[in-house]
């Protein structure tokens, strides 16, 4: 194992890289359940038969995903369906429901076609090294503004909706807008209602958690994040039950443990529609295809940057050696994402929490993938990691990965502001492509005007150029 991962190599330990990848897992095991959640609308739609179809395939294709990601790349970055991309998967699914009048399980039958067509796409693309051009056509200086505004979306995520409290006057509240965004605790209390208690409980949580990771990393200390999050979940756990009076473990009393297959082999397993996809026209289909493909490629380029730099595995150009196998892997993650019925499978930014712990190695990666395919016996457990517990860890990574600004040259407006832009978009879009896109069309208008134009590549212009086009004509 040691040989095979070449550990020892990349600085690294079996230890550290098991940690590693079970801290990933945590701080990313929310997919388990918010994956079917958004895709059936919380079995609403298809009922719980298409949910625990999607919530196996959730597992599996991940699984599949994060092992070519071991093996083949031997890189320590996490996959799952997207975020985003899954909900813009449930709006695409519905709208063929609307167009069609199929019921939503034959719609989503054929919307999985969509979601094969890309992985295929992007796999042909990755074997011929078209999407490793398109990482090298990012101009540096935008590069290395990806970890950064990577790090502020994960600070989002963790203080915002990683952290979200419905209650009798509404929701969902978040932290950072509903309790510090109050200002005073009384207009918070009234604000939020009934859940405020429970809002209280998640900030502690929250800061505990963090508190104990900076200690810990301050000493040393390894596993100090996946050992942060645990105090979070023992202060959560605790206030659950002498606080809120709630059982933080009453799910597992009544959870089944054994996976329904059958759902899945009936509503999601190897079930593309294409028949059904073509019902709503060609021109509908091509254009959904190519929306699809630019938000899964950037990113998912975003983030192996993003996350790549953060672990110092970028060379002196900022590319990061075995992109191509890594490119791969996401590509064949989807690829298994549709047949086994979810949306697209990309790598996740959560992956940084993993790499702080340490991970340098595919074996990281083979941990998190082994953990997922556990869930499909162990998700009652998952489950009961509490959201606040997992923030502290997001917000942690975050904050360190703001450390990628020193290497920018703030002098030079043309590294500066597209940088500038991408931290402010990032965060408030959710999507790592967009805020890519944004910034490479500033660089490439301000080389242009500013007598640089012969300095930016015929790739650099084609993608800004998509960009416009996605932006304004609404792809």
């Not at 028949?275 to 493909?293: A, N, P, Q, R």
């Not at 920018?408 to 990032?426: C, E, G, K, N, R």
Request: with cysteine.
């Amino acid at each position: 194992m040691k040989k095979f991962f070449k550990i020892e190599q990349n600085g690294s330990t079996v230890r550290t890289e098991l940690i590693a990848g079970l801290t990933t897992f945590m701080t990313m095991a929310y997919i388990l359940a918010l994956n079917p959640n958004l895709l059936t609308n919380f079995g609403a739609d298809g009922g719980m038969t298409l949910w625990n179809g999607v919530f196996l395939s959730t597992c599996i294709a991940s699984a599949i995903a994060m092992f070519f990601m071991a093996f083949l790349a031997n890189k320590p970055f996490a996959l799952a369906p997207g975020l985003g991309l899954n909900s813009f998967f449930a709006i695409v699914v519905a709208n063929i429901v609307s167009i069609t009048g199929l019921s939503y399980v034959e719609s989503y039958q054929a919307a999985l076609c969509i979601i094969f067509i890309e992985g295929v796409v992007f796999l042909v693309l990755s074997i011929f090294n078209v999407r490793e051009k398109i990482v090298q056509a990012i101009p540096l200086g935008v590069r290395l503004g990806i970890a950064p505004a990577i790090g502020i979306m994960l600070m989002n995520i963790g203080f915002g909706s990683n952290v979200g409290i419905y209650s009798d006057t509404g929701g969902p509240f978040y932290v950072m807008s509903d309790f510090f965004g109050s200002l005073t605790a009384g207009l918070a209390k009234s604000t939020i209602g009934t859940g405020y208690p429970e809002m209280v409980l998640s900030v502690i949580t929250m800061f505990v958690g963090l508190f104990v990771i900076v200690i810990l990393a301050h000493y040393n200390v390894k596993g100090s994040v996946l050992l942060g999050m645990l105090a979070g979940c023992v202060v959560y756990w605790i206030g659950d039950a002498a606080v809120l009076g709630s059982n933080p473990f009453s799910s597992l009393a009544s959870a089944s443990f054994l996976p329904a297959f059958s759902d899945m082999a009936q509503t999601t397993l190897f079930k593309l529609d294409f028949k059904d996809l073509f019902s709503i026209g060609w021109f509908t289909v091509i254009t959904l295809i190519i929306t699809f493909c630019i938000i899964d490629m950037f990113d998912t380029i975003g983030t192996l940057v993003g996350t790549a730099s953060k672990a110092n595995m970028l060379d002196e150009n900022g590319e990061m050696p075995q992109m191509k196998q890594a490119l791969i892997s996401d590509a064949v993650g989807t690829v298994a994402g549709s047949l086994t019925g979810t949306s697209t499978v990309t790598t996740f930014v959560e992956s940084a929490s993993g790499v702080e712990a340490g991970g340098r190695t595919g074996l990281t990666s083979l941990t998190t993938g082994i953990l997922f395919l556990a869930s499909i016996f162990i998700a009652p457990v998952a489950a009961i990691i509490p959201a606040a517990a997992t923030s502290s860890a997001l917000i942690y990574v975050g904050i360190l990965m703001l450390s990628g600004l020193k290497k920018i040259d703030f002098s030079q407006m043309d590294q500066l502001v597209p940088i500038a832009l991408m931290i402010i978009a990032i965060p408030i879009s959710g999507s790592i492509g967009h805020g890519i896109g944004l910034g490479m069309i500033s660089y490439t208008v301000i080389q242009i005007f500013t007598g640089k134009a012969k300095e930016v590549s015929i790739l650099t212009y084609v993608i800004s150029a998509i960009f416009l086009v996605k932006f304004f004509l609404v792809i």
